[in-house]
Structures are given as C-alpha cells and as structure tokens.
C-alpha cells in the first residue's frame, strides 16, 4: 500500500464528505465524489469556501440526479464546490478524457466551466472533473441495478406502492465508465 498516493471516496452522503476530506486533509491526493450530496457540506467548509489542499476532484453524476439543469443535489453548491477547488492560479493540466466508447453525457473540466480562476473564493485546489453516464441513476453507483431487476421493481410499485427509483437498462456499461474514469483519474493523480 502506497500511503504517499492516498484518495478519498464516496456515494451521495459519502460524496460530499470525500469532497470535504480532499479540501481539508493534505493527506488525499485525489478525491473521487460519486453523485454526491451537497446540501451535507456545512456552509463554512472548505470545500465550498476555498480548498486548502492541492487536491482534484472527481465527480462522477448521473443523469438523472446530477447533469447540469436537472440539479436534485443542489446545482447552486455544486458550482460552489467546483469554484472552491480551483487553484488560485491558471491550472492548465487536463484530466484523463473518457474515451469514445463510454457513454458520456457530460465531461467537463471544472475549471473551465464554471468561471474564472481569479476568484476570491478559490483555493489551492487542483481542479475539477465531472462526468456523467449516459442512462445512469443515483443508484447506479450502489448494487442496486444488480439486485433489482426491472421485474422486481415492477413487482413491488404494482403489490405494495413502492417508490422505487426505474433502473437503468445497461447497467454494466455505466459500471465500467465509472470504472473507467475513476481509475484514469486515480492514475493521474
């Protein structure tokens, strides 16, 4: 184990708290926040402020919970997370891309998308990516599209009224873009 190469991770709750542990802990060199959720982040963090650490992150959203427009994570924090973690001068260092088979909605530097660098808000940070699985779901980053299978799902909203959130229909091969862009990214950094 290389303790010189650390990175934090999580989904949803978890997301936001690998966000904040990147911003505030020198230790991660990286953090990876799978479909987070912002509205955990206290309004002081570092995270949302201005980075305290060298650290880029990685966020990978899905489509339905987390694509520009459709912002159920809270879209206003996630901008504040994305110019929080820009370094405070011109970082011009461009993350590993997905590559043309994966089924990308959305890909962006962080950086660029979202305002000058020049901000009083910025950080040490080392920047943003965000990626967005074509067809993914907030549960496309658990065990659940593995676990419920469309009929399971049908059966429990017809029997009991359940609320259960629709699957999407290749579930593997958002898998292996998450699979993909985390290890690039890790690799990278």
Do not use: Y
Not at 20 to 49: I, M, R, T
Not at 81 to 90: N, S
Not at 96 to 117: D, Y
């Amino acid at each position: 184990l290389d303790m010189s190469r650390l990175a934090v991770m999580g989904h949803s709750c978890g997301g936001a708290t690998a966000a904040a542990a990147a911003a505030q802990h020198g230790e991660f060199k990286a953090g990876v926040a799978l479909d987070p959720w912002w509205p955990l982040l206290p309004s002081g963090s570092a995270a949302l402020k201005g980075w305290q650490t060298r650290s880029p992150l990685l966020v990978l959203g899905s489509q339905d919970w987390n694509t520009p427009g459709k912002m159920w994570c809270d879209g206003a924090r996630q901008a504040a997370v994305f110019k929080a973690c820009l370094p405070t001068h011109a970082n011009t260092n461009a993350a590993s891309k997905p590559s043309a088979r994966m089924p990308v909605v959305a890909a962006a530097a962080a950086a660029g998308a979202h305002g000058s660098s020049s901000s009083s808000e910025a950080g040490l940070g080392g920047g943003a990516v965000h990626v967005v699985p074509a067809g993914s779901s907030h549960g496309s980053f658990t065990d659940l599209p593995f676990l419920l299978s469309p009929w399971v799902s049908n059966l429990l909203r017809k029997t009991v009224g359940a609320k259960v959130q629709a699957q999407p229909e290749d579930p593997a091969t958002i898998q292996d873009t998450i699979i993909w862009s985390s290890h690039n990214f890790l690799q990278a950094h």
